[in-house]
């Protein structure tokens, strides 16, 4: 169940873009991204940690 799991994330900005990724409690990369603005990157952390994360379920 997702809602006993943790999660961590990463912002990292390179090549005139914003990087981020969510790692599980093992340290396992579980979702990545690219997005042109770090208010954009960090909205969609934000948006996959709050519940919509059915991908991180997979």
């Known amino acids: 169940m997702l809602?006993?799991?943790?999660?961590?994330?990463s912002l990292s900005h390179d090549d005139d873009v914003w990087r981020w990724s969510v790692y599980d409690e093992e340290g396992v990369t579980v979702a990545r991204g690219v997005?042109?603005?770090?208010?954009?990157?960090?909205?969609?952390?934000e948006?996959?940690?709050?519940g919509a994360?059915?991908?991180?379920a997979a």
């Open 3 to 9: 809602e006993s799991q943790s999660f961590a994330y």
């Open 35 to 45: 997005h042109p603005t770090q208010s954009a990157a960090q909205a969609a952390v």
């Open 47 to 50: 948006q996959l940690l709050s």
């Open 53 to 56: 994360g059915d991908g991180l």
